[in-house]
């Protein structure tokens, strides 16, 4: 399994800013993941977050408004930029691991 | 691309009753097929899978049925206790991929 670390737990942002949200996995992974969950709702992939290169976002999501690194094996940020309402909503980091997927425990993101 | 469809949405049960979550998966390529358990402020948490070359699996109260030929799987719930309360989300994955089709999720209440 892999334990997840994920930083901050919650904020409250205004409009206009940007947040940038930290994921730690305590093993080296391949693959890692930024979803988002809106209240309510299931979860939506937002990218892979890829080591070495650019992230690969899945359709309606782009790189100026979820930025994403990946500097190495056991460490991911994705911010959201230029904040609305709208982002308000549940961030989640996963990783693929021995073929099952792990979650931190989110991050609870209000913009006010 | 994969497309999950859960049901009911919300169940509501007294304690000590079965509950039943049922969902649907578009693409017969899916060959694996978790259940995730969400409590309040927490991440989705794996609590029992099944892959496609088995119809059923147990996990204590918990047991997942597969039914590659109609593509549907449900999670049961025995003996429900209090502690049950939270979602529940399906998901469905292609061999070969690393990514998850998510369904709605379904929002579990157990009465004491």
């Known amino acids: 399994s892999a334990v997840i670390s994920q930083k901050p737990s919650r904020d409250i942002c205004q409009r206009g800013t940007s947040l940038t949200i930290q994921c730690q996995v305590d093993s080296q992974v391949t693959m890692m993941f930024w979803y988002r969950q809106q209240p309510g709702q299931s979860l939506t992939l937002i990218a892979t977050?890829?080591?070495?290169?650019?992230?690969?976002?899945e359709s309606g999501f782009v790189i100026d408004k979820f930025p994403i690194s990946r500097p190495n094996l056991t460490f991911s940020t994705l911010t959201v930029s230029n904040m609305s309402p709208e982002d308000s909503s549940i961030y989640l980091c996963?990783?693929?691991?021995?073929?099952?997927?792990?979650f931190g425990q989110g991050t609870r993101l209000t913009v006010v | 691309g994969e497309n999950v469809e859960q049901h009911p949405s919300t169940l509501s049960v007294q304690e000590g009753d079965s509950a039943v979550i049922k969902c649907t998966y578009s693409?017969?390529?899916?060959?694996?097929f978790p259940w995730y358990k969400q409590e309040l402020g927490k991440g989705p948490q794996l609590i029992i899978d099944i892959r496609s070359n088995v119809g059923e699996k147990k996990d204590q109260r918990i047991a997942v049925t597969l039914n590659k030929t109609a593509k549907h799987f449900s999670l049961h719930i025995t003996e429900t206790q209090p502690e049950d309360s939270a979602v529940y989300f399906c998901?469905?994955?292609?061999?070969?991929?690393?990514?998850?089709?998510f369904g709605r999720g379904t929002s579990l209440i157990v009465h004491p």
């Open positions: 977050a890829n080591q070495g290169s650019e992230a690969t976002y």
């Open positions: 693409d017969s390529a899916s060959n694996y």
């Open positions: 998901a469905a994955r292609p061999g070969g991929s690393y990514i998850p089709t």
């Open positions: 996963s990783v693929a691991l021995g073929g099952e997927a792990f």
